[in-house]
């Protein structure tokens, strides 16, 4: 168990639909990334925040936008919802550097 | 950040110890290596972590040569619950709130029979 949580554990939602996914921790960690996983490939990183404000971008587009809370929750934004984006998110907690822990994940689903 | 390279997957069975290697030909002087593991339908999870010479932990053990350019992720007597992907990462050990994401690749995807 990592104390990483996320919601809701699946999602289904129809193209052109806004999305919002929630990720929480007990532990203070304070950075925050988070991750696209589609099926047969490794997680790919989404952008991480730290003291709240986003420090760093993977190669997505500006449809995709979080929030980082005072209490180290978190939420991943995603508008426009397009099929490819249908994949397992991952939300991960970590204080910088490479061990990081993940949550299960939310399953989305667009169709 | 450095390119791995790893076996898209490999076959054991209950009791042997399995070997991993991942090969990261440009690896950088203040890059660090690091596994996790990931069950299906779970998020990725930390094993270890090393920069030279071996590692070992409860869970496994990392070997790293000299030059760096190759590790070997130990799994010593494996179970069927060892059945997993397993990814191999090199980068640099940020600080906090300095380190870029995590770049996974494929992994490998280990099959332990019984």
């Known amino acids: 168990e990592t104390g990483v949580t996320q919601s809701p554990t699946h999602l289904i939602k129809t193209r052109g639909q806004q999305v919002t996914l929630r990720c929480s921790s007990q532990?203070?960690?304070?950075?925050v990334s988070w991750y696209q996983q589609a099926l047969g490939q490794g997680p790919q990183f989404i952008f991480q925040?730290?003291?709240?404000?986003?420090?760093g971008r993977g190669n997505f587009p500006p449809r995709f936008s979080g929030l980082q809370f005072p209490n180290y929750s978190s939420e991943l934004n995603v508008n426009a919802l397009e099929l490819d984006d249908s994949a397992l998110y991952l939300c991960?907690?970590?204080?910088?550097?490479?061990?990081?822990?993940f949550g299960p994940g939310t399953r989305l689903t667009v169709t | 950040l450095a390119k791995t390279t790893q076996p898209i997957s490999m076959d054991s069975y209950e009791g042997q110890e399995v070997n991993i290697t991942c090969s990261h030909n440009?690896?950088?002087?203040?890059?660090?290596i690091t596994w996790y593991q990931q069950f299906p339908s779970q998020g990725p999870r930390f094993i270890i972590q090393?920069?030279?010479t071996k590692v070992t932990n409860e869970v496994a053990s990392l070997f790293i040569p000299a030059d760096r350019k190759s590790s070997t992720l130990s799994l010593p007597r494996v179970s069927l619950s060892d059945t997993a992907v397993y990814y191999c990462?090199?980068?640099?050990?940020?600080?906090?709130?300095?380190?870029?994401?995590?770049?996974f690749g494929k992994g490998t995807h280990l099959i332990i029979q019984p």
């Open positions: 991960a907690m970590g204080q910088g550097g490479y061990e990081q822990y």
């Open positions: 990462l090199v980068g640099v050990r940020g600080v906090d709130g300095g380190a870029d994401g995590l770049t």
């Open positions: 090393g920069y030279k």
């Open positions: 925040y730290y003291r709240e404000e986003e420090n």
């Open positions: 532990s203070g960690h304070n950075t």
């Open positions: 440009n690896i950088a002087t203040n890059d660090y």
